[in-house]
């Protein structure tokens, strides 16, 4: 079993930047890889960014060139960043940090709300 804990989202200006966290711990060691998703009322979740235990990320088309995804790998925990700069409105939403095991069982944080005012 893996737990995701998401942490870091809030309320920003547009234009400014924020970084989100999520500390995943208990099987690591299965992830095979992570991702950020993020919802809003009414809409699908949507993927925002991947990184593959290789280190090759990918992102959303409407968030290229302004967030950046990254992982951090420990012994008993891994933490995956999201930095998000350039923020506008339509980046609001719940954000949900994603773990994918290499048996293919699906992981899910609990969610943390971004809110970008104009």
């Not at 920003?12 to 809003?40: E, H, N, P």
């Not at 593959?52 to 891994?78: A, C, E, M, Q």
């Amino acid at each position: 079993q893996v737990q995701l804990v998401e942490s870091g989202g809030g309320l920003v200006q547009a234009g400014g930047s924020l970084k989100l966290s999520c500390a995943a711990s208990g099987t690591i060691f299965s992830i095979d890889a992570m991702a950020w998703y993020r919802q809003v009322p009414g809409r699908e979740r949507e993927l925002v960014a991947r990184i593959l235990n290789s280190g090759t990320t990918g992102y959303g088309d409407s968030v290229k060139g302004r967030f950046t995804i990254s992982r951090d790998n420990g012994k008993s925990t891994s933490t995956m960043y999201l930095q998000m700069s350039n923020l506008n409105v339509e980046d609001t939403g719940v954000y949900y940090c994603h773990a994918v095991a290499k048996t293919w069982e699906s992981y899910w944080g609990q969610g943390i709300q971004v809110t970008v005012s104009s």
